[in-house]
């Protein structure tokens, strides 16, 4: 069985966590505070070199939906 939550739970924590957009994944790591689906995936990419010649930037630019797939 889930945990009973309802919406307030979530309205009274989220402005404490010091994200301007608490609604969108982030990803912390370190100082760095990402938002956005693709940006945080091309940030781990780059961070441990999965991609070549800028490749991975560039479909992820064009073709967005790759990413989730």
């Known amino acids: ?3 009973d939550y309802d919406r307030s ?3 009274n924590e989220k402005f404490k966590l010091g994200l301007d957009f608490p609604n ?3 990803l ?4 760095h505070k990402i938002t956005q689906s693709n940006a945080i995936l091309r940030y781990i990419a780059r961070k441990h070199n999965l991609c070549e010649c800028g490749l991975l930037q560039c479909v992820g630019e ?8």
């Open 28 to 31: 912390i790591d370190g100082t």
């Open 1 to 3: 069985l889930a945990p």
């Open 62 to 69: 064009r073709w967005p939906p790759l990413w989730l797939d």
């Open 24 to 26: 969108l994944p982030y």
């Open 9 to 11: 739970q979530w309205l």
